[in-house]
């Protein structure tokens, strides 16, 4: 598979290729894009993460429906409204999925008023609250993103998601409904290119809804700055793979009658289970169609390994606290990986090996969403300590030993009192002076 790959890669981004037709080099960039999502579902640990989307689901869905829907509750919607929206996620299960909406909604109407205080409460929140943390982790993942949101912003913004997005989404299904009941929109519609055009708008607007919502997630779950153009391509990706898979399982679920006789009652479980499992891959491999146009860097590396030398990590090193110190001492916005990544293009997994050790020698300090600010004033930082976070050993390295010859100890000495002079005599500060000068 390893050589099969590399083959792929070899043809796609063969140095040829610049001199073809700029037509055909677009088209070429989006096979390349198609294959990189690809390569990274048979290569990669999305498909796992996707069970494990599968099992906290089943664990959740029902406190998460119920936390949900006690928002609209109050108004009478959750049956005319949110019951709908639950029948066309499940309609490729065809009359089981009649039947598993209408378990789900029985469930979530035994759940008393007396339930959702106290312990009740706290568990109903905290089972909602793990399973958007899973999604937040496959999608940090998926970002390359090390650092989660802390405890107080995740309980917040978790729960502003529960309980806003529903109401957000019932409020824009309940806009279509008043436009389409419009007097005026009537007379449109019998006008015949508008009402051809209305109607498949129609029939269409299930899956914009869909693409909507996995862009929403795209653009907000991930604890890292997603453009809102990215997060639209995720989201389009997702919703033209969910229609698509939609239908050919709701086909399969149709010809598959023999097996359903097989499992019997048991039936509405499996289907439901795969359908699950479908669904949570199409979300992540939308995101990963939403990372690879913000980060086209990525493409061709994907997950892999990336080794470099001692040199490039210095220089790295050294450009990263000269990039924050500079928005420091300018009073901008701070800075993440992802952003210095592109600044200095250089894959993000790269600048965050190299942050991690800046981070661990008490250099730069990272904010709850990754931006990295200066651990002290840059002015009294020189650059010796810089280049020794990256060079030499620290609390965070695993092996930590070592004995080495003299001469070789003597060799790295001399080394250090050739540049050592300069390094210890000059500060970011110092340094970014010299090169406004």
């Known amino acids: 598979m390893d050589e099969l790959l590399l083959k792929l890669e070899a043809l796609l981004w063969h140095r040829g290729i610049k001199s073809l037709h700029p037509g055909l080099q677009l088209l070429i960039r989006f096979v390349r894009f198609v ?7 048979i290569t990669t640990t999305l498909t796992l993460r996707a069970m494990g989307l599968v099992y906290i689901t089943i664990l959740s869905i029902v406190p998460l429906l119920a936390l949900s829907f006690s928002a609209l509750k109050g108004f009478g919607i959750h049956r005319t409204r949110i019951e709908p929206a639950l029948r066309s ?20 109407d035994n759940v008393q008023g007396g339930l959702l205080a106290g312990v009740g409460l706290v ?25 989660a949101r802390s405890f107080v912003q995740r309980f917040g913004e978790y729960l502003s998601v529960v309980l806003v997005g ?11 409904a008043t436009i389409g009941s419009n007097a005026l929109v009537d007379r449109l519609l019998q006008i015949g290119p508008f009402g051809a055009t209305a109607v498949m708008i129609g029939k269409m607007m299930p899956y914009l809804l869909v693409s909507l919502m996995f862009s929403l997630l ?3 779950i991930p604890n890292t700055r997603v453009r809102v153009g990215s997060a639209l391509i995720g989201g389009l990706t997702g919703g033209v793979l969910w229609a ?34 479908i669904s949570w891959l199409i979300l992540l491999v939308g995101a990963q169609a939403s990372f690879y146009f913000q980060n086209p860097d990525y493409i061709r590396t994907g997950y892999r390994q990336l080794n470099i030398g001692n040199q490039m990590r210095e220089e790295i090193a050294l450009s990263i606290m000269m ?50 600010i200066p651990a002290r004033d840059p002015g009294s930082i020189n650059l010796r300590e810089i280049v020794q976070a990256v060079r030499t050993r620290n609390a965070e390295d695993v092996f930590r030993g070592g004995k080495w010859p003299a001469n070789v100890s003597g060799v790295l000495a001399e080394m250090e ?20 000068a």
């Open 244 to 277: 698509t898979c939609g239908m050919l399982f709701a086909t399969f679920v149709v010809t598959s009658t023999r097996n359903v006789t097989i499992y019997a009652s048991f039936a509405i479980v499996i289907i439901a289970l795969m359908w699950l499992y």
């Open 323 to 372: 990039l924050v110190a500079d928005s420091f001492r300018k009073g901008g916005k701070a800075l993440t990986t992802n952003v210095i990544g592109g600044k200095l293009r250089v894959p993000g997994m790269l600048v965050g090996l190299v942050t991690r050790r800046l981070i661990a020698t008490g250099l730069l300090e990272m904010g709850g969403r990754g931006q990295l």
């Open 123 to 147: 568990l109903l929140i905290y089972t909602t609250v793990s399973m958007i943390k899973k999604i937040e982790d496959s999608l940090n993942h998926i970002w390359r993103v090390d650092a």
């Open 417 to 436: 009192a050739l540049v050592g002079p300069r390094l210890d005599n000059t500060s970011l500060y110092d340094l970014l002076d010299e090169e406004a």
């Open 218 to 220: 795209y653009w907000f």
């Open 35 to 41: 294959y990189a999502i690809i390569r990274d579902v």
């Open 89 to 108: 996620l499940l309609a490729p299960l065809g009359e089981k999925g009649v039947e598993l909406t209408d378990q789900l909604i029985g469930f979530v």
């Open 166 to 176: 529903p109401l957000l989404m019932v409020t824009a299904v309940g806009l279509i």
